[in-house]
Nanobody
Framework: QVQLVESGGGSVQAGGSLRLSCQAS????????MGWFRQASGKERERLIM????????YYAESVKHRITIDRDDDKNTVYLIMNSLKPEDTAVYYC??????????????????WGQGTQVTVSS
């Protein structure tokens, strides 16, 4: 029911910023909970941030909590991940994901039903 398309990745120098986009379509009820993840080469997927569209942020990863924010454009059905002070360790494929459910289900550990294709972020020193 839901399609997600990420964009905005690219190559930046350390200390720079990027704004990643996730444009969503399909049933709004099936994407009440959304999140951003990343996976670096050779490493496990990391959960970065989760938010409930009817509320707000429900989870921040400790590793990035002071360097990321989210924004949204409801007219475009798009959410944004804004990353500042980028480090080489931030190099990864970044994904957005969505699921339905209630506020209480939009927590760390929740499974997501829908995923985008990912967008590559490469940070050079």
């Amino acid at each position: 029911q839901v399609q997600l398309v990420e964009s905005g990745g690219g190559s930046v120098q350390a200390g720079g910023s990027l704004r990643l986009s996730c444009q969503a379509s399909g049933s709004a009820d099936s994407r009440k909970c959304m999140g951003w993840f990343r996976q670096a080469s050779g490493k496990e997927r990391e959960r970065l941030i989760m938010f409930y569209t009817g509320g707000g942020v429900t989870y921040y990863a400790e590793s990035v909590k002071h360097r990321i924010t989210i924004d949204r454009d409801d007219d475009k059905n798009t959410v944004y991940l804004i990353m500042n002070s980028l480090k080489p360790e931030d190099t990864a494929v970044y994904y957005c994901a969505a699921r339905g459910g209630s506020w209480s289900s939009c927590r760390d550990g929740a499974d997501f039903d829908y995923w985008g294709q990912g967008t590559q972020v490469t940070v050079s020193s």
